[in-house]
């Protein structure tokens, strides 16, 4: 079901809802999918209070939540996506177009979310959608980033382990490194087959924020807290992907906390469009846990539908 609401002292936002949950995308900025929550529930995703209600002006706003973005991160990802949003339903599905990033001439780009939910259960698709309007081609990826609430824990998986054989010579994936990531910093925890980030508002590490990307074969990656579970798939796509082959990436500061998934780049034409879908879920009740026992016990089979309860 689908209804307009004020939401935040913004005037021009949208419910999305069904028995289990609901999202609430602005149309006002953005957009964003500013809350993912069960009903009646706390919202899993950050938001930015400062920014509460604000629109317009040239200065580029987080707002909070989930946003599509454009990698490689140079001027033109920060554009400030400030200004109404077009709003308009497909069968089940609601797009929200905002409108053309014109500022970078020659790289005009036009976005689009398309959200579907399921009718019942928590699980949400959307399709993040990229199209040059410009008139020489441009080499980009679609990049997803979803700002999660503070003082929970993003998971990580590693590529499959194994020891050392003929078949097992070249390497299996790539654990990427940004000039802040500090992997002694208290907020990770690397294991064999995970890597875990907790989100941290009192530092004890050299760097407010930490960061690092996989290429991770499961196509998956989750965030945790206090019992609830958010699951966010992407499919896993020949090609190259960014950041040294990168589809997924994690990221916090002493605000929040990001999880990100990235499609394979390419050189999109004048005209020509690219997609790249998540697939998002919502637990409630999970037992707490950190270690990688609790991941393979609690986490996995959620992640890839084997759970039995």
Known sequence: MLEKISYRQWNDAYRIWNDTVELVVLADVGPRVIRYAFIGGDNIFHEVSEDAGLVGGDQFRLYGGHRLWVWPEIDRTYFPDNRSVSVSQHGCSTCFT????DKFSGTKLQKEFEITLDDS???VTITHRITNRGDVATDLAVWCPTIMRSGGRAILPLPPRAAMDKDH???VGPLTLWSF?????PRWIVGTEFIQLRQHSNLQGRFPEQMTGTYNPAGWAAYYSDGTLFLKR???LPGTYPDFGCNFEIFTNPDFLELETLSPSVQLAPGESCCHAEIWSLFCNVPPGD???????TVVPLAT?????
């Open 169 to 171: 010579y070249q390497s």
């Open 121 to 123: 259960d928590s699980c």
């Open 291 to 297: 270690t990688e026992d609790w991941i393979r016990s």
């Open 234 to 236: 992407a499919a896993v």
């Open 181 to 185: 990531t500090d992997l002694a910093d």
């Open 305 to 309: 539908g084997s759970d039995s309860s």
């Open 98 to 101: 905002p409108p053309l990033e």
